[in-house]
């Protein structure tokens, strides 16, 4: 199996350390670097699949440094690492090209998931042809779903929706109006099936139905025993 070749920007050695080995006992290639000094050289050196960039950088920022590479090569997936909560951080770092964000601390689990999150969405990007509907938007009857700007929009409401409502509902309707079992939605999302895992699952199920409910041509089927089928 090919591995996915990850270009890390991260200054901070131990966490460096961590997230590089974990990254790398499941299937991914990590090139880490520590400064923002000569990471697009080492971009261009490497071509990575995806690139996970620390905000907070000597000599050069991650939002520059994002910035740089989407410049380069238009459709690579870029996540930031950010210790900051401000609301103009974060919008600095879609306005500089980032794709997603995730706060320190943070679990591997929920980096993983995001980094696969924005592979499969660039890969959705780049199979596109004009006679499919644009990633940046997925229509579910008469929603319509922003899966990185995380909102669901109706005819008079626009929802904004948590990482995990997203995720959640990409994964149904990237298999819309076919069936998909508790086991792999519990494992793509949230890395196993464990009893705790699955009864949040239940959760985030009725939460869906009710963002869904004010169109009747789509629902969200449980199939018992089975997994769910999301038509519209």
């Known amino acids: 199996m090919n591995r996915i070749k990850l270009f890390y920007v991260e200054d901070e050695p131990s966490l460096g350390k961590i997230v590089k080995e974990s990254l790398e006992s499941r299937e991914f290639e990590?090139?880490?670097?520590t400064s923002g000094?000569?990471?697009?050289?080492e971009f261009k050196s490497y071509l990575p699949d995806v690139c996970v960039l620390d905000v907070m950088l000597p000599h050069?920022?991650?939002?520059?440094?994002?910035?740089?590479?989407?410049?380069?090569?238009?459709?690579?997936?870029?996540l930031y690492l950010t210790a900051k909560n401000q609301t103009e951080d974060v919008l600095k770092g879609f306005a500089s090209g980032g794709n997603d964000y995730i706060r320190k601390p943070f679990s591997m689990e929920e980096l993983i998931v995001r980094i696969k999150n924005l592979?499969?969405?660039?890969?959705q990007q780049v199979n596109a042809n004009s006679g499919t509907m644009p990633l940046e938007l997925i229509?579910?009857?008469?929603?319509?779903?922003?899966?990185l700007r995380q909102e669901l929009h109706s005819a008079n409401h626009i929802r904004r929706m948590s990482h995990r409502e997203t995720e959640l509902l990409l994964l149904l309707s990237g298999k819309l109006n076919q069936t998909i079992t508790r086991k792999t939605?519990?494992?793509e999302i949230w890395g196993n099936d464990s009893f705790f895992n699955s009864r949040n699952l239940d959760v985030y199920i009725n939460k869906l139905r009710e963002y869904l409910k004010d169109d009747e041509s789509v629902e969200l089927i449980t199939l018992k025993g089975v997994g769910y089928r999301l038509v519209g």
């Open 119 to 123: 592979l499969a969405m660039s890969n």
């Open 30 to 33: 990590v090139k880490m670097i």
């Open 37 to 41: 000094l000569n990471a697009v050289s």
């Open 185 to 187: 939605i519990l494992d």
């Open 139 to 147: 229509r579910i009857g008469g929603y319509t779903f922003y899966p």
């Open 60 to 78: 050069k920022d991650g939002f520059t440094i994002g910035q740089e590479i989407r410049a380069i090569q238009k459709e690579i997936p870029i």
